[in-house]
C-alpha cells in the first residue's frame, strides 16, 4: 500500500470514522523519528499519519529555510520508507499539519500538485484567519487541485488553540466550502476542549462535542466526516478512548512525542559521557548519529505503539488499494 494518495486516504479516514478507531498522526521533525512511527506502525498492524508542520519543512533536517525543498525532502524521504520491503503492508498518510502565513498557498500548492510526489491529505493553520479568510483559501486549494487534475482530501479546522467551537461554526465553514466544493472534504477539526502543548491543570475535554461535531459536519457533508483531535499531548487515557468512540479519526500527537524523544537524547548524552573521549575505543559508534538514534527508538517506539493501541488503530490495515489515483475528485 505504502504512501496513499488523496483517495486512498478518504477511504481509510471514513473507514476510521464508521469503525470507531483512530489513526495517530505524529508530527515528526526528523529522519529518524519518521522511521520510528512507521516501526511501531508496523509492529502493531495499524495505520499511521505522518505529518509536518512549517517548523519541520523549514528545519534543519529538512529545508534549511526553503519550505519547498523541505516538503520535497520529506515526501521523497517517506515515500522511499513507506514502500520499501519492511514498511510495504503499513498504510501510511502524509499530512501537511500546521503550515500559516504568506506562503501558504505556495506550499499548499506544490503539496496538492506533487514536488514530485503528492501529499495525501492538506491541512492548514487558520488561527490567526477570520472565518471568511480560512474559507477563502480552502477554496482556493479546491480550484488549485481541479486545474491540476488532481485529487484533494481536505482537514478544514477552525482556527482555536483552546474551548468549545460553537456548532454553528461547523455550518459556516463547513457547509459554505461544501456548497461551492463538493466532495473534498473528510475531517474537521473544531474545539473540543483540548489545547495545543503541554500542561499540568486539567483539559475541559468534551467527547459530548465531538459526538454532535462528528454528527453535524457528516450531515452538512452527506458522508462520514471524522473529527481531527489537535493537542491530543496532555489528554488522558479514558479521554482519548471516549473521544474516538463519539467519532474522533484522526489525533494528533506533537508536544509528548518531542518530550520523550528529548528526554531519551539527554539521557543518552548523560550516560555516555565517558564514551565520547577521543580515546574511548568506542567513541565513534558512540558519536554517530546512529548511536543516539537508536538509543531513542529502544524508547519512543513502544510510546509510539501504546498510543496507536489506546486509539484502537491496531490491527486496522485495511486494504483501500482499490481506490487509484485515478479515480475521480469527488467519493
Ligand atoms: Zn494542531
Known sequence: MALLNPVQSRALLQAAVEQRFA???????????????????????APIIIETSLWQLTGQSYGNGDPILGLARYLTDLTALAGSERYRGVPVIFHTDHIKGPETVRILSAAIRGVPQRASTISLDSSELSEGENITLICQLCEIAKEAGVALTLEMEAGVDAGVTEIEVAERLLGAVESKHPGYLALWAPGVGT???????????????????????????????????????????????????????KVNWSSESLLIRSQAAQEYYATHAAELEKSHKAWKATA???????????RYVPKVAERIRILGGAGKILDVSMHNSMSPLTP
Open 23 to 45: 489513526i495517530l498522526a505524529v508530527n515528526a521533525d526528523s529522519h529518524a523519528a519518521v522511521t520510528d512511527c512507521l516501526e511501531a506502525a508496523r509492529e502493531c498492524e
Open 195 to 249: 489545547q495545543h502543548g503541554l500542561s499540568d491543570k486539567g483539559y475541559p475535554f468534551s467527547a459530548e462535542a465531538v459526538a454532535k461535531h462528528q454528527k453535524r459536519g457528516s450531515e452538512i457533508c452527506g458522508r462520514p466526516i471524522g473529527l481531527a483531535l489537535h493537542g491530543s499531548s496532555g489528554l488522558k487515557e479514558s479521554d482519548l478512548r471516549a473521544g474516538v468512540a463519539a467519532g474522533v479519526a
Open 288 to 298: 554517530m548519529d546512529n548511536g543516539m538514534q537508536s538509543f531513542i527508538a529502544a
